[in-house]
């Protein structure tokens, strides 16, 4: 799958610095995760003998996994100071000054408020690659107990865990947000 000139570099549309950066993380896991799904079903239906070429196929594209969640991973640690968010604790209170109508609008108790609006989506649209690149690893290694000998990764389930884990995470901070997003609480106003 080879994705458009236009998705693959921003600057066509004047895109530039932190925008422009995660554009080139973003679309790391789409392609990651096409290449984990045609393993999985190739590996479903494969032989013996070419269970051992997909064990191969499998060590690489995890390599590849823990280069996207490190690149990832390096642009929020790159966010400067005034893309720090602070969080709300939702209470009866807040809820009664907000005109709020129960738990309805809230996914949890605690609400990120953001800068602006483009933050709140650029961290959301990073928490969703997020998703994508370590939901697809949790399929790898969940194929990789059909490979011969497949304990060639002794921690293969701390592996798994820790990606859906991060999928269940990174689901929980983007729900967080809904009610940000649709401006229920103030913009935070950075001093």
Not at 15 to 30: F, H, M, N, V, Y
Not at 77 to 85: G, I
Not at 99 to 119: E, H, K, T, W
Not at 133 to 150: D, K, Q, V, W
């Amino acid at each position: 799958m080879c994705l458009p000139s236009w998705l693959r570099d921003g600057t066509e549309f004047g895109e530039q610095g932190l925008d422009l950066k995660l554009d080139s993380c973003i679309t790391r896991p789409a392609m990651f995760r096409r290449s984990t799904q045609e393993l999985a079903r190739n590996v479903r239906d494969a032989s013996e003998q070419d269970r051992y070429r997909y064990k191969t196929i499998a060590q690489e594209l995890l390599r590849e996994a823990q280069e996207i969640d490190h690149d990832l991973i390096a642009w929020e640690m790159s966010l400067p100071p005034d893309w720090a968010y602070s969080t709300e604790t939702r209470s009866a209170q807040l809820q009664k000054e907000m005109n709020i109508d129960g738990d309805r609008m809230f996914y949890a108790n605690i609400v990120p408020i953001y800068s602006s609006l483009q933050q709140a989506a650029q961290r959301n649209r990073y928490r969703a690659a997020r998703v994508i690149s370590s939901a697809a690893t949790a399929r790898i290694l969940l194929s990789c107990h059909s490979f011969p000998s497949h304990s060639f990764d002794a921690d293969i389930w701390v592996r798994r865990e820790r990606a859906r884990s991060t999928v269940h995470s990174m689901i929980d901070d983007i729900c967080a947000s809904v009610p940000f997003h649709f401006g229920h609480f103030t913009l935070l106003r950075h001093v």
